[in-house]
Nanobody, 126 residues
Framework: VQLQASGGGLTQPGESLKLSCAAS????????ICWFRQAPGKEREGVSC????????YTADSVKGRFTISRDKAKDTVDLQMNSLKPEDTAVYYC????????????????????WGQGTQVTVSS
C-alpha cells in the first residue's frame, strides 16, 4: 500500500497549484483521503479530507475558500486544488489515508491516518 503525492513546486503569491494523490496497492474506494502540510518549524496540520465512499469533504478553516479537494475517478486520484496561494501556504504537503470513518476533526489529525505518501514541496514566494 503506497501513496504518491505530486504537483508541488515554486509559485508566486496569488497563483494556483494542483496536487494529486495516487494510490498503489489498493483502490481509493472506501478510504478517507486527507491532505496535511508541514511548514518548517511547525507541526503537521490537517488541510482537507475526502471520503471516497460518499464523496463528502471537509476543509480546514485556515484554507477554506481557497483550497478544494476532489476525486478524479478516471485517474483514481484525490486532488487538492490550491488557489490564491499565500507565502504562509509554503510547506511540504502530504496525502494520507485511512479506511476508518471518523469525525472530520479527528480525521484531520496525524494519528487518524494509516498510510502516508512521501510529501511534495510547495513554495509560495515572490
Amino acid at each position: 500500500v503506497q501513496l504518491q503525492a505530486s504537483g508541488g513546486g515554486l509559485t508566486q503569491p496569488g497563483e494556483s497549484l494542483k496536487l494529486s494523490c495516487a494510490a498503489s496497492g489498493f483502490p481509493l474506494d472506501s478510504y478517507v483521503i486527507c491532505w496535511f502540510r508541514q511548514a518548517p518549524g511547525k507541526e503537521r496540520e490537517g488541510v482537507s479530507c475526502l471520503s471516497s465512499s460518499d464523496g463528502s469533504t471537509y476543509t480546514a478553516d485556515s484554507v477554506k475558500g481557497r483550497f478544494t479537494i476532489s476525486r478524479d475517478k478516471a485517474k483514481d486520484t484525490v486532488d487538492l486544488q490550491m488557489n490564491s496561494l499565500k507565502p504562509e501556504d509554503t510547506a511540504v504537503y502530504y496525502c494520507a489515508a485511512t479506511i476508518y470513518a471518523n469525525s472530520w476533526s479527528r480525521l484531520l489529525t496525524e494519528s487518524a491516518m494509516d498510510y502516508w505518501g512521501q510529501g511534495t514541496q510547495v513554495t509560495v514566494s515572490s
